[in-house]
């Protein structure tokens, strides 16, 4: 479930060791400089790993399962990046399990029945966050401190000119990853994260059910497809007309743009937009509404989250 992390050792776990003369002795060095306030800084790699080095820190930036399995198609589990963090440690000769961890993506791959951007149209809108559709198969959700991505795997693989794995090929790899970018300790409920809690179980499971607490936050869009035989009374009535309002607008993306953008332009008052926007959130969420039938997509990827999350712990 681990992928990328950007990890910060401080001068002062390890005082004995010069990190601009040895430290870099032991990476790919590819630039180096100083500062305005005279601090000299080098940066390089190793394995894929980006390695800045100052006087008094180090901060390493990547893809942690690129750096221990040579590729990112996968991810690492506890385990995993236990023994990779290890082996780094081993490659600088540093205790890179006292370093601060100031992001973490947890992931998963899902090989899917359909093309990828077919799951992808049924994710809505996630309150507080920011959805954005970046390309045709891949789509953010976007916050200041934490993100979601959805993507195909195979297609950014196959951008990249990467090989792509036995088990992947001519598949439809639907990729989820949750990206805690800022604020972890205070998001994750910690006094600080530090690496060796990245191999801890309870931190781990905590990892993981806010990677599918996410997910199953969001408002999943269903086809449109109408259960005639729940329809007892005028409120169910008047509830199929405002969803056959938002599918005549487009969908619920479009409707609730065009609210944003009616309250902009001072034709919706703040609270008039928020309400129309919690009508439209109740009509198209198919849990929440009998008349709605949820596609079989839906539960598809669903399913594949709920049981990644009972059963990765």
Known sequence: MYDTLILKLDKSSVPDTDFLEETSSYIDISNSGMYGSGIKWISGY???????????SIKITGSIAKYYLGTNLET????????AIKDLSNRLHLPIDKALVTRIDV???FIMKHSVNDYLTHLGQLSRFSRLEVTKGSLYYKQKEQELCFYDKVAE????????????KNKNVLRYEYRLIKRLSKRLNVREVNVSLLYDE??????????????????????????????????????????????KAGGEILFVEEIKKQQRQGTLTKKQAADLRKVVKRATKVKDNPLMVCSEDTKELDNKIKCTRRFKN
């Open 46 to 56: 190793l394995k894929g790993l980006r390695i800045h080095i100052t006087d008094s």
């Open 202 to 247: 309870g931190f781990y499971s905590k990892l993981i059910q806010l990677w599918a607490a996410k997910f199953l936050a969001i408002n999943k869009i269903n086809d449109m497809v109408i259960n005639i035989e729940a329809m007892k009374t005028i409120k169910d009535l008047n509830s199929l007309g405002v969803i056959a309002l938002i599918e």
């Open 157 to 168: 693989a196959k951008a990249r000119r990467v090989e792509i794995p036995e088990i992947f």
């Open 107 to 109: 992931s998963e791959n």
């Open 76 to 83: 690492l589990n506890r385990d995993d990046v236990k023994k």
